[in-house]
């Protein structure tokens, strides 16, 4: 996970949407290592344990990429509903 700021007061829409767009992406590729460790698994490559291990972080980063994604659409929507306001 790459570091987070809590404060986009001083962001541009153009860096909100790049961030939304990283985040996507993010969410893609734990998508695609989820379902590689899931097949990896039923191939017993791995054991049980280090399947549940897995599991559970890549769980905690979806749910973080989640909470990122609602806090960008957030951001975004503040940005096309008060555009004005945003950009004194």
């Not at 791995?46 to 957030?74: G, P, T, V």
């Amino acid at each position: 996970m790459t570091p987070w700021p809590e404060d986009f007061s001083t962001w541009t829409l153009d860096e909100i949407i790049k961030s939304q767009a990283e985040n996507r992406a993010w969410n893609k590729e734990l998508r695609l290592q989820s379902s590689a460790l899931v097949k990896s698994r039923l191939a017993k490559v791995i054991s049980l344990d280090e399947y549940a291990a897995s599991r559970r972080r890549f769980q905690e980063e979806a749910a973080e990429c989640n909470r990122r994604a609602a806090i960008l659409a957030n951001e975004i929507s503040c940005w096309t509903l008060h555009p004005v306001s945003r950009e004194a």
